[in-house]
């Protein structure tokens, strides 16, 4: 089993910046890709950003630009920079990992980004 614990959420005015951090634990082996979806009131789980144990990364096209993933392998955290939110990037974000290996995948709780204009 593996648990992600998510921090980092809260609420912020459009053009500001947050940093999400999710922590894993349990038995992660690798190779392996962590990440993040969000979910939208009334909308569906969306990618947002994923990043390999090997460091190649993906981002939905929407966030390109202003958001950075990133990943402490010696913690297996990862990290997700977001600059210049905007109203539209509220959600609830969800940490994720899969583990190639096993295939099997898992999910965090998600923690809630608010954005106002």
């Known amino acids: 089993q593996v648990q992600l614990v998510e921090s980092g959420g809260g609420s912020v005015q459009a053009g500001e910046s947050l940093r999400l951090s999710c922590a894993a634990s349990?038995?992660?082996?690798?190779?392996?890709?962590m990440g993040w979806y969000r979910q939208a009131p009334g909308k569906q789980r969306e990618l947002v950003s994923l990043?390999?144990?090997?460091?190649?990364?993906d981002y939905a096209e929407s966030v390109k630009g202003r958001f950075t993933i990133s990943r402490d392998n010696t913690k297996n955290t990862v990290y997700l920079q977001m600059n210049n939110l905007q109203p539209e990037d509220t959600a609830v974000y969800y940490c994720?990992?899969?583990?190639?290996?096993?295939?099997?995948?898992?999910w965090g709780q998600g923690t809630q980004v608010t954005v106002s204009s």
């Open positions: 349990g038995s992660i082996t690798s190779p392996n890709v």
């Open positions: 990043i390999a144990s090997g460091g190649a990364t």
């Open positions: 994720y990992i899969k583990l190639i290996l096993g295939r099997r995948d898992y």
